[in-house]
């Protein structure tokens, strides 16, 4: 019987595990190296704005034009996902991301940046972005197998969200020692070099998709996906509500609550990387703990993030807040792992890119409206009070999912249940791959 492409050679496998095949590797690497631009990316954009004289309005009209097109582009990527190669669409939407950055970062560097503009740019990265996240999950699940799933999850959220740590810390203080326009510059770089490591990725072990009935046709195939699961539709709803509070309070509170009573951009920089190290706490955790109950842990695990909008309010001192942000870090791990094994677990792979289309999209389907009237909110309410705000809605909203049964009964199955999805060789060896 012939190897299966994504599966190590035994002289391969004895310099890293077993199931940690080519695609796995390459999807990692990628990841490592997009995380370590775009981290800062997200902090020099807030940045550039305040520098151009903008307000925290203009920093939340400049997050809500990252983050529209995800809302408008990411069901079509979803459905195109499924239907083409994947690694094509990862490497396409790879491209766009890089043009785009690197046309903003020579706005900035070269003066005078206009709002539009800065929003232009920044909506087109967004449309980049909704094509490659649900290629790029559809593609990692597809190379994990069952028995390996969630150390496999857990090893590479690791390894991105370390590169996090990295992107924050070094770009929050490129961006107070050079400007942000160099930080976005590297950003641009980044995504070129991901691009064409994931052009590499096998698609040769992926099933040829059976003719459908057109892309309408698909969509309704991921929705009735989507709404038949309770645990999965009210997940996506709750988090339609904590992605867009915490989104709000990240990119348009912190940056604000940084300059004017932190000390600038350095030590928001430096929280952001905290977050990062206890996301690091976190998949150490889910490498060696796999609780039975996935989504009831998973939940209660969300609650922690109520905690940064706090402690922006209040708000506590720089180490103080790296604490608060260490604790959310490590907590969303472990729902993100947990999420991503349940996801393996109980979708066919061959819808993989379109449950996870719907998933991203009822997600972030709230955060430009939250980013946008961030800054009128501030206004009216005042700060504190509206990151109190952002605070209690995550509470609330977590509560609420607790109430679903499926949410609460839902447990890991034996490897047995849903096997590989590539064939198995005949010697020890086994397959693998956000």
């Known amino acids: 019987m012939s190897r299966p492409p994504d599966l190590p050679s035994p002289t391969r496998a004895r310099r890293r595990p077993a199931w940690a095949g080519r695609n796995y590797t390459l999807l990692t690497g990628a990841a490592v190296i997009t995380n370590l631009g775009s981290h800062g990316a997200l902090i020099a954009a807030a940045f550039a704005v305040l520098e151009?004289?903008?307000?925290g309005g203009d920093v939340g009209l400049v997050a809500a034009a990252r983050t529209l097109p995800l809302?408008?582009?990411l069901l079509i990527g979803g459905a195109l996902a499924d239907r083409l190669p994947r690694h094509r669409v990862m490497v396409a939407a790879n491209a766009l991301?890089?043009?785009?950055?690197?046309?903003?970062?020579l706005l900035v560097l070269a003066g005078d940046p206009q709002l539009w503009q800065m929003m232009l740019l920044t909506a087109l990265c967004g449309t980049g972005t909704a094509f490659f996240n649900p290629a790029a999950e559809g593609m990692?699940?597809?190379?994990?197998?069952?028995e390996h799933a969630n150390r496999a999850f857990a090893l590479f959220r690791m390894a991105m969200n370390g590169a996090g740590i990295g992107g924050a810390a070094l770009g929050?203080?490129?961006?107070?020692?050079?400007?942000?326009?160099?930080v976005l510059a590297v950003d641009a770089l980044a995504f070129a070099l991901a691009g064409a490591l994931r052009a590499f990725l096998d698609v040769g072990h992926v099933a040829e998709r059976a003719p459908g009935g057109g892309l309408l046709a698909d969509l309704r195939e991921g929705w009735v996906e989507v709404r038949t699961r309770p645990w999965l539709w009210s997940i996506v709803l709750q988090f339609s509500v904590v992605v867009a509070v915490v989104g709000a309070a990240e990119a348009v509170y912190g940056p604000l609550v940084a300059r004017d009573q932190l000390g600038g951009p350095a030590p928001w920089g430096l929280a952001l990387a905290c977050f990062g190290v206890g996301t690091i706490g976190g998949a150490v955790l889910m490498m060696v703990w796999k609780p039975r109950r996935l989504l009831l842990v998973g939940t209660l695990c969300v609650f922690p993030l109520a905690l940064p909008s706090a402690g922006l309010a209040v708000p506590l001192p720089v180490w103080a807040l790296c604490a608060v942000m260490f604790v959310s870090g490590a907590a969303i791990e472990v729902f993100g792992v947990n999420w991503m094994t349940t996801m393996h677990q109980e979708i066919p792979e061959e819808k993989f890119s379109r449950v996870s289309a719907y998933d991203w999209f009822g997600s972030v389907s709230m955060l430009p409206l939250a980013t946008a009237l961030a800054g009128p909110a501030e206004s009216a309410f005042g700060r504190a009070p509206s990151l109190w705000g952002c605070a209690v809605l995550v509470v609330v909203g977590t509560a609420a999912v607790l109430f679903v049964p499926d949410v609460r009964n839902m447990t890991r199955k034996p490897p047995a249940v849903k096997g590989p999805v590539l064939?198995?060789?005949?010697?020890?060896?086994?397959?693998?791959?956000v």
Do not use: E, K, R
């Not at 929050?172 to 160099?182: D, F, N, R, S």
């Open 140 to 146: 990692l699940l597809s190379s994990v197998s069952g």
């Open 423 to 433: 064939p198995a060789p005949t010697d020890s060896a086994s397959p693998a791959t």
């Open 97 to 105: 991301n890089c043009v785009s950055q690197g046309a903003f970062a």
């Open 71 to 73: 809302v408008l582009f």
């Open 52 to 55: 151009s004289g903008g307000s």
């Open 172 to 182: 929050g203080a490129m961006i107070a020692a050079i400007g942000p326009g160099w």
